[in-house]
């Protein structure tokens, strides 16, 4: 009898056991999932942007994940009278010749990783490498995907994104260089660019600031140039600047001042 209740245990410890770290494991993951998310949404964290924070909370629960399951399996193999330490060792030297074999890969994810928490760039923000230049569409922990204007997608491997211009961290600049005749008044010309300042203050869509009229850039071989400059949202500068140029030329001709353009003389001797 004894024998008997005594089979009958050793056979439940085989079923129960599982189950209950299962279980357990389901409630840590639970558990450690909240304090993760209560811990990256906090107050000090709060200038993290949406989805670099959702994509750093994903990463995060993720690896929790895995490393659960990994001790579940492992202590239910354990039950079984498996030699997990003889199983470690093995797996250790298991995973040193995959990681050889996958040098590139851990190389993306770290890569990837330091991409997503150091916020060097994010999904929406316009980025240039090797020369090509686009929106950013995609962010993973192994490719970076980037769209141009001509709708071209450029697959990037992240231990290759080492060499980034990221257009989207501050404001773009506006510049528009305008030509004027040596013969016009220099002070009326500074006028009439200062009133157009003035006039379209506020009136341009993605302006920061106000229209800054800097002088004279250059004195070319048939011209006076003259900038003029205005700090606007990111990567709207090529917009802005058809504008300027429209409305800059509307005022000049209105005040009657040469923009000179090349012009062929030809004089009949009679």
């Excluded at 924070?53 to 994903?58: D, G």
Aim: aromatic share 8%; proline share 1%.
């Amino acid at each position: 009898m004894k024998i008997e209740i005594f089979s009958l245990a050793f056979d439940l410890k085989y079923i129960l056991y599982p189950i209950l770290y299962i279980i357990l494991g389901i409630i840590c993951y639970k558990i450690v999932k909240r304090v993760i998310r209560k811990i990256l949404i906090s107050n000090e964290n709060s200038k993290i942007k949406n989805h670099r924070l959702e994509t750093l909370i994903s990463l995060v629960q993720n690896i929790i994940k895995y490393i659960i399951l990994i001790i579940v399996v492992i202590s239910i193999m354990a039950t079984y009278g498996v030699n997990v330490t003889s199983l470690i060792a093995g797996l250790g030297v298991t995973t040193a010749i995959v990681g050889l074999a996958f040098q590139d890969i851990a190389k993306d994810l770290i890569t990837g990783f330091s991409i997503v928490t150091e916020g060097q760039y994010e999904v929406g923000d316009t980025i240039e490498v090797d020369g090509f230049m686009g929106e950013v569409v995609f962010l993973g922990l192994r490719t970076t995907r980037i769209l141009n204007y001509k709708g071209e997608t450029k697959i990037i491997a992240n231990h290759y994104m080492d060499k980034i211009i990221n257009y989207s961290l501050h404001n773009s600049l506006a510049i528009v260089d305008v030509g004027v005749a040596y013969e016009e008044d220099q002070d009326k010309v500074v006028r009439v660019l200062e009133n157009l300042s003035k006039e379209l203050d506020g009136k341009i869509k993605d302006a920061k600031g106000e229209i800054k009229i800097l002088g004279i850039n250059e004195l070319s071989d048939s011209c006076i140039v003259y900038r003029v400059v205005l700090e606007v949202e990111t990567m709207q500068h090529y917009d802005v600047e058809r504008i300027l140029r429209k409305e800059i030329k509307a005022a000049f001709d209105k005040e009657n001042i040469k923009i000179p353009y090349p012009q062929i003389e030809v004089h009949n001797d009679k």
